[in-house]
Protein backbone atom coordinates (compact mmCIF):
# COMPACT_ATOMS: atom_id res chain seq x y z
CA UNK A 1 0.00 0.00 0.00
CA UNK A 2 1.15 3.54 -0.82
CA UNK A 3 0.56 6.10 2.11
CA UNK A 4 0.84 8.65 -0.56
CA UNK A 5 -1.87 6.95 -2.08
CA UNK A 6 -4.39 6.67 1.03
CA UNK A 7 -3.30 10.42 2.05
CA UNK A 8 -4.63 11.44 -1.52
CA UNK A 9 -7.78 9.01 -1.45
CA UNK A 10 -8.77 10.84 2.05
CA UNK A 11 -7.97 14.42 0.89
CA UNK A 12 -10.99 14.15 -1.99
CA UNK A 13 -13.15 16.67 -1.92
CA UNK A 14 -11.51 17.85 1.49
CA UNK A 15 -12.57 14.81 3.00
CA UNK A 16 -15.87 16.37 3.18
CA UNK A 17 -17.56 12.89 1.97
CA UNK A 18 -16.31 10.80 4.96
CA UNK A 19 -18.60 11.91 7.51
CA UNK A 20 -22.04 11.48 5.13
CA UNK A 21 -20.75 8.03 4.42
CA UNK A 22 -19.63 6.76 7.27
CA UNK A 23 -23.01 6.05 8.60
CA UNK A 24 -24.15 4.53 5.78
CA UNK A 25 -21.54 1.72 6.16
CA UNK A 26 -21.50 1.61 9.74
CA UNK A 27 -25.17 0.47 9.18
CA UNK A 28 -24.37 -1.88 6.75
CA UNK A 29 -21.19 -3.43 8.46
CA UNK A 30 -20.20 -1.86 11.39
CA UNK A 31 -23.15 -1.92 13.47
CA UNK A 32 -22.42 -4.78 15.78
CA UNK A 33 -18.48 -3.63 15.91
CA UNK A 34 -19.08 -0.46 16.88
CA UNK A 35 -21.56 -1.82 19.61
CA UNK A 36 -18.90 -3.49 20.88
CA UNK A 37 -16.64 -0.24 21.08
CA UNK A 38 -19.75 1.33 23.08
CA UNK A 39 -19.33 -1.45 25.64
CA UNK A 40 -15.83 -1.18 25.90
CA UNK A 41 -15.93 2.66 26.42
CA UNK A 42 -18.88 2.31 29.16
CA UNK A 43 -16.80 -0.68 31.10
CA UNK A 44 -13.87 0.91 30.61
CA UNK A 45 -13.99 5.37 30.68
CA UNK A 46 -14.42 7.27 33.10
CA UNK A 47 -12.98 11.03 34.47
CA UNK A 48 -9.89 9.94 35.33
CA UNK A 49 -9.05 8.03 32.13
CA UNK A 50 -6.60 8.82 28.91
CA UNK A 51 -7.83 8.29 25.46
CA UNK A 52 -5.19 7.95 22.76
CA UNK A 53 -7.11 7.36 19.59
CA UNK A 54 -4.79 6.10 16.34
CA UNK A 55 -6.51 7.26 13.03
CA UNK A 56 -8.63 9.36 14.33
CA UNK A 57 -9.97 11.07 10.69
CA UNK A 58 -12.50 13.41 11.54
CA UNK A 59 -13.93 12.85 14.70
CA UNK A 60 -16.46 10.12 14.77
CA UNK A 61 -15.22 7.76 17.24
CA UNK A 62 -14.63 11.08 20.20
CA UNK A 63 -18.21 12.09 19.02
CA UNK A 64 -19.62 8.46 19.99
CA UNK A 65 -17.85 8.68 23.37
CA UNK A 66 -19.76 12.02 23.73
CA UNK A 67 -23.19 10.79 22.40
CA UNK A 68 -22.71 8.11 25.46
CA UNK A 69 -22.52 10.55 27.76
CA UNK A 70 -19.08 9.67 29.25
CA UNK A 71 -16.39 11.58 30.39
CA UNK A 72 -12.51 11.42 30.04
CA UNK A 73 -9.63 13.09 31.67
CA UNK A 74 -8.04 13.80 28.31
CA UNK A 75 -8.28 12.70 24.53
CA UNK A 76 -5.44 13.04 21.94
CA UNK A 77 -6.30 12.20 18.25
CA UNK A 78 -3.66 11.47 15.81
CA UNK A 79 -4.11 11.04 12.33
CA UNK A 80 -1.91 12.32 8.85
CA UNK A 81 -4.74 13.77 7.04
CA UNK A 82 -5.10 17.33 7.16
CA UNK A 83 -8.51 17.42 5.68
CA UNK A 84 -9.79 15.09 8.39
CA UNK A 85 -7.81 16.67 10.82
CA UNK A 86 -9.46 19.83 9.87
CA UNK A 87 -13.13 18.55 10.31
CA UNK A 88 -12.36 17.16 13.69
CA UNK A 89 -10.72 20.46 15.54
CA UNK A 90 -13.43 22.51 13.88
CA UNK A 91 -15.93 19.59 15.52
CA UNK A 92 -14.28 20.32 18.70
CA UNK A 93 -12.91 24.02 18.90
CA UNK A 94 -12.54 25.74 22.18
CA UNK A 95 -12.38 22.11 24.01
CA UNK A 96 -9.48 22.12 26.42
CA UNK A 97 -9.22 18.20 27.15
CA UNK A 98 -9.38 17.32 23.07
CA UNK A 99 -6.48 17.49 21.04
CA UNK A 100 -5.38 16.48 17.56
CA UNK A 101 -2.09 15.79 15.62
CA UNK A 102 -1.19 15.59 12.14
CA UNK A 103 1.30 12.56 12.59
CA UNK A 104 1.76 9.15 10.79
CA UNK A 105 0.36 6.58 13.32
CA UNK A 106 3.42 4.48 12.22
CA UNK A 107 5.92 7.09 13.76
CA UNK A 108 5.12 6.74 17.21
CA UNK A 109 8.37 7.44 19.17
CA UNK A 110 7.27 11.55 19.09
CA UNK A 111 4.61 10.20 21.68
CA UNK A 112 6.37 10.15 25.25
CA UNK A 113 3.03 10.01 27.28
CA UNK A 114 1.25 6.82 28.01
CA UNK A 115 -2.77 6.48 28.21
CA UNK A 116 -5.15 4.27 29.73
CA UNK A 117 -6.96 3.46 26.64
CA UNK A 118 -6.55 3.52 22.94
CA UNK A 119 -8.74 3.04 20.03
CA UNK A 120 -8.05 2.70 16.70
CA UNK A 121 -11.19 2.14 14.31
CA UNK A 122 -10.70 0.91 10.32
CA UNK A 123 -7.24 2.17 10.18
CA UNK A 124 -5.18 -0.35 9.74
CA UNK A 125 -6.08 -2.24 6.83
CA UNK A 126 -3.99 0.52 5.17
CA UNK A 127 -0.57 0.05 6.92
CA UNK A 128 2.02 -2.65 6.49
CA UNK A 129 3.37 -4.76 9.33
CA UNK A 130 0.25 -4.88 11.21
CA UNK A 131 1.30 -7.21 14.13
CA UNK A 132 4.47 -5.23 14.71
CA UNK A 133 2.16 -1.86 14.66
CA UNK A 134 -0.32 -2.98 17.16
CA UNK A 135 2.23 -4.94 19.55
CA UNK A 136 4.44 -1.72 19.99
CA UNK A 137 1.46 0.54 20.06
CA UNK A 138 1.05 -1.39 23.25
CA UNK A 139 3.81 0.31 24.51
CA UNK A 140 1.71 3.28 24.64
CA UNK A 141 -0.74 1.54 27.44
CA UNK A 142 -0.35 2.45 31.06
CA UNK A 143 -0.21 -0.25 33.87
CA UNK A 144 -3.78 -1.95 32.92
CA UNK A 145 -4.70 0.09 29.89
CA UNK A 146 -7.04 -0.99 27.73
CA UNK A 147 -6.63 -0.94 23.58
CA UNK A 148 -9.52 -1.67 21.44
CA UNK A 149 -9.59 -2.32 17.34
CA UNK A 150 -11.77 -2.46 14.47
CA UNK A 151 -10.50 -4.25 11.23
CA UNK A 152 -11.15 -5.17 7.97
CA UNK A 153 -10.40 -8.53 8.27
CA UNK A 154 -10.12 -11.29 5.11
CA UNK A 155 -14.07 -12.17 4.55
CA UNK A 156 -16.02 -14.90 3.35
CA UNK A 157 -15.28 -15.60 -0.45
CA UNK A 158 -18.56 -14.85 -1.79
CA UNK A 159 -18.51 -11.24 0.38
CA UNK A 160 -14.43 -10.49 -1.01
CA UNK A 161 -16.07 -11.01 -4.59
CA UNK A 162 -18.59 -8.49 -4.29
CA UNK A 163 -16.92 -6.04 -2.13
CA UNK A 164 -13.43 -6.35 -4.49
CA UNK A 165 -13.90 -3.34 -6.14
CA UNK A 166 -14.65 -1.22 -3.34
CA UNK A 167 -11.80 -2.78 -1.94
CA UNK A 168 -9.39 -1.71 -4.07
CA UNK A 169 -10.25 1.77 -4.39
CA UNK A 170 -10.47 2.37 -0.68
CA UNK A 171 -6.56 0.84 -0.79
CA UNK A 172 -7.59 -1.23 1.61
CA UNK A 173 -5.14 -5.04 2.32
CA UNK A 174 -7.57 -7.26 4.29
CA UNK A 175 -6.30 -8.68 7.48
CA UNK A 176 -5.54 -12.59 7.84
CA UNK A 177 -6.30 -14.34 10.93
CA UNK A 178 -2.22 -15.48 11.01
CA UNK A 179 -1.76 -11.79 11.39
CA UNK A 180 -3.87 -11.68 14.05
CA UNK A 181 -2.63 -13.87 15.98
CA UNK A 182 0.56 -12.60 16.41
CA UNK A 183 -1.32 -9.81 18.41
CA UNK A 184 0.04 -9.66 21.61
CA UNK A 185 -2.11 -9.96 24.89
CA UNK A 186 -5.81 -10.76 23.09
CA UNK A 187 -8.28 -11.17 25.54
CA UNK A 188 -11.43 -10.57 23.51
CA UNK A 189 -11.89 -11.04 19.65
CA UNK A 190 -15.53 -10.60 17.30
CA UNK A 191 -16.12 -11.55 13.71
CA UNK A 192 -19.06 -10.02 12.35
CA UNK A 193 -20.04 -9.33 8.40
CA UNK A 194 -19.16 -12.71 6.95
CA UNK A 195 -15.51 -12.14 9.00
CA UNK A 196 -14.85 -8.56 7.04
CA UNK A 197 -15.28 -7.05 10.60
CA UNK A 198 -13.51 -8.25 13.55
CA UNK A 199 -13.17 -6.63 16.92
CA UNK A 200 -10.50 -7.12 19.17
CA UNK A 201 -10.14 -6.36 22.53
CA UNK A 202 -6.72 -6.04 24.57
CA UNK A 203 -5.67 -5.64 27.86
CA UNK A 204 -2.14 -5.11 29.45
Known sequence: MDRNDVRKLYSIGNAKWYDPLRPVYSKLFLSKAEGDLANFLKDNLDESKTVLELGC??????????????????????????????????????????????TDITELDDIKEQFDIIICIIVISHLQSRPDFVNKSQRLLNKNGNFFLILHTKPEWYINFWL?????????????????????NIKVINKYSGNLITSIEIYR
Do not use: C, Q
Open 164 to 184: SPFIWLSRMSLISDDEIKKFE
Open 57 to 102: GTGVNLEKIYSLNLEFKKYLGLDFSPDMLKIAKNKFRNNSIVEFRE
